[in-house]
């Protein structure tokens, strides 16, 4: 007697595909996560030395630090949308933060809330969005570490 073992290949070509779509769909997902994560680090970084070249110790100073980050381009998601709920603020002491202190050193820029829209981990109960926020500090000139 002897035994059939066709269609085992489509079966287990079947398998494989969708594992491997599953793959691809994490590939993507994650990828871009870390593209979106990455340019809201770098427009962090700039703004807040952008910021802080601007502060001088004058009466005028604040609103120069804050036109200068106005003025950076600040898109991510490959260029697409625009930065909403960015935060500059400054500190003196770098230990507390105020959107206008007295005296300036430091300037510190925060992207709180950009949402990268979820794809494929989503078919198998992961999240719709995933959150990348991303701060930097930037002083005018050296900074001494306190121990």
């Known amino acids: 007697m002897r ?9 287990a070509m079947s398998v494989s595909m969708v594992l491997l779509l599953a793959f691809v769909g994490l590939a993507l997902d994650f990828g871009r996560i870390y593209i979106a994560r990455n340019e809201t680090q770098l427009f962090t970084d700039a703004a807040a030395m952008a910021a802080a070249s601007k502060l001088d110790g ?9 036109a200068a980050v106005d003025r950076l381009p600040n898109r991510w998601n490959l260029g697409s949308r625009k930065f909403t ?8 002491d770098g230990r507390q933060w105020e ?9 510190r820029v925060t992207a709180p809330a950009n949402d990268v829209d979820i794809l494929f981990l ?6 719709e969005k995933f959150t990348v926020p991303a701060r930097s500090v930037a002083s005018v000139g050296p900074v001494r570490l306190i121990q």
């Not at 004058?58 to 804050?66: M, V």
């Not at 989503?122 to 999240?127: E, H, K, L, T």
């Open 85 to 92: 709920g960015v935060i500059v603020e400054f500190s003196a």
């Open 3 to 11: 035994v059939r073992k066709r269609g085992f290949v489509l079966i």
């Open 58 to 66: 004058s009466p005028g100073s604040l609103d120069a630090a804050h």
């Open 122 to 127: 989503r078919a198998v109960g992961g999240p």
């Open 99 to 107: 959107a206008t202190p007295d005296a300036a050193r430091f300037a």
